[in-house]
């Protein structure tokens, strides 16, 4: 990727993609290579940067709920540094404080809070001096993850080869992505195929039908708009 001054979403149909992690590569990748990169914690449901940098966490610290309600008067007031060059971090809130928040902002305020990011946006860069800001959406389709949507510069899609998977990425498709592309025509959407299976014994037949299936899939998910780039396999060896 040459071009700096991005914002980009990682964002998927339901938990258990591999989608913060993929995010959290991308934001090591760039400060590692010089970036000055902001990594956002925008998944209200399943925050997780806190244990991913927890030296960075004090006991009250601010998060992303706090710039959105305009508690401060800079994003800069709820960055955080992490242990490492180049990266920073905004966190989000616990996850019973962000489903409590969730449930009661409504569309007027989810629309308000909208604008407050595209009207700041361009400072994040100009001002911050960020190369790249990495937003880690929540999953599913809701309010706020419409909007972290609509502020992204390019999308990736993370995404597991099972059949509801697909049939739930294709709903966000159709119900967001379509719209928000509409809109912004500069917009780039992508598909990463996450944790795909692959045969322990050698089976050439089952691994070869897994792939034909992938690229089935993505033959529909191209017309709908997103682009295929990447295929990670599962590797039992990883995990435990």
């Not at 990727?1 to 258990?16: A, D, N, P, Q, V």
Request: aromatic residues 14%; hydrophobic residues 35%.
């Amino acid at each position: 990727m040459t071009e700096t001054k991005k914002i980009i979403l990682t964002h998927s149909f339901k938990g258990g993609t591999g989608k913060t992690v993929i995010a959290t590569n991308f934001a090591y990748n760039f400060c590692k290579r010089g970036y000055k990169t902001l990594f956002i914690d925008a998944d209200l449901l399943a925050p997780s940067l806190e244990k991913i940098f927890p030296n960075s966490v004090s006991s009250d610290y601010r998060t992303w709920t706090d710039y959105l309600e305009k508690n401060y008067s800079s994003l800069k007031d709820v960055i955080y540094k992490t242990q490492f060059e180049n990266l920073d971090v905004v966190f989000s809130p616990p996850p019973e404080i962000g489903k409590t928040f969730l449930a009661e902002k409504g569309s007027s305020w989810w629309v308000q809070a909208l604008k407050t990011c595209l009207y700041d946006k361009e400072s994040w860069f100009t001002e911050l001096g960020y190369d790249y800001i990495i937003l880690d959406n929540q999953n599913g389709i809701s309010m706020n993850s419409a909007n972290n949507i609509t502020i992204s510069d390019i999308g990736y899609l993370i995404l597991r080869p099972v059949t509801y998977g697909v049939s739930g990425t294709a709903h966000l498709l159709r119900e967001m992505y379509s719209t928000i592309q509409g809109l912004r025509k500069k917009r780039k959407d992508y598909l990463i195929w996450n944790q795909i299976p692959r045969s322990e014994t050698g089976n050439t037949q089952s691994d070869e039908y897994v792939s034909r299936t992938i690229s089935e899939w993505d033959k529909f998910f191209v017309e709908g708009g997103l682009t295929p780039i990447s295929r990670i396999y599962y590797d039992s060896e990883l995990c435990i």
